[in-house]
Nanobody, 126 residues
């Protein structure tokens, strides 16, 4: 599975961005996808995830209600819509995938994933 992340950039606080993770080598139905971020000086954090088998989604408490993960099967792409962005959302965002069926509790753990895309930088600043 190959993953290509895109959509990062500079945005003002309160603004929005949509990240995309284009997958190849597998259809979305057969893989679970996670979005992760690494903020300066912090460990990598699981932001959101989406299971291919049933569409179940999960969000970190820090982004719940602001971020939405979605799948476009026709484009074989997973999106992360980020609204009401805050300076503390500044990070390098990466997507990851696995062919294994993850349980809910492991969906946002980076050790659960086998394939990683390159990161895309999101900077929230005025």
């Amino acid at each position: 599975v190959q993953l290509q992340a895109s959509g990062g950039g500079l945005v003002q606080p309160g603004g929005s961005l949509r990240l995309a993770c284009a997958a190849s080598g597998s259809t979305l139905r057969d893989i679970d996808i996670g979005w992760f971020r690494q903020r300066p000086g912090k460990e990598r954090e699981g932001v959101s995830c989406s299971r291919g088998s049933d569409g179940h989604t999960s969000y970190a408490s820090s982004v719940k209600g602001r971020f939405t993960i979605s799948r476009d099967r026709a484009k074989n792409t997973v999106y992360l819509q980020m609204n009401s962005l805050k300076p503390e959302d500044t990070a390098v965002y990466s997507c990851a995938a696995t062919r294994r069926r993850l349980i809910v509790s492991s969906c946002r753990q980076d050790v659960s994933y086998d394939y990683w895309g390159q990161g895309t930088l999101v900077t929230v600043s005025s």
